[in-house]
């Protein structure tokens, strides 16, 4: 009683609920945005980490299959395809 007596407005508590009811739900949109974020950034820097770390067991593929290639074990054609398998995720 003593709310309403100072408020001499019966709409101005619901108005209140709604605002409160609002900010909470605005506040889980933006929570959620950026746990999505996140993840999302955590997935990218994992996926750089891969690629750095294959690249130079790669190198080292495509350099041995030159050195085949320069010997006559292997034909240009045989290398370019090989190399591109090696190459291709990255």
């Not at 999302?40 to 994992?46: A, G, I, L, S, T």
């Amino acid at each position: 009683m003593i709310r309403s007596e100072v408020t001499q407005d019966p709409l101005l508590p619901a108005s209140y609920d709604i605002v409160w009811s609002a900010g909470v739900i605005l506040v889980l949109v933006v929570a959620t945005i950026a746990a999505v974020m996140l993840v999302r950034h955590v997935r990218n820097e994992k996926r750089r980490h891969k690629v750095q770390v294959a690249a130079p067991e790669a190198v080292e593929q495509v350099h041995h299959l030159a050195q085949l290639r320069d010997i006559g074990a292997i034909t240009p054609q045989e290398y370019e395809a090989r190399k591109n398998s090696f190459l291709g995720p990255i």
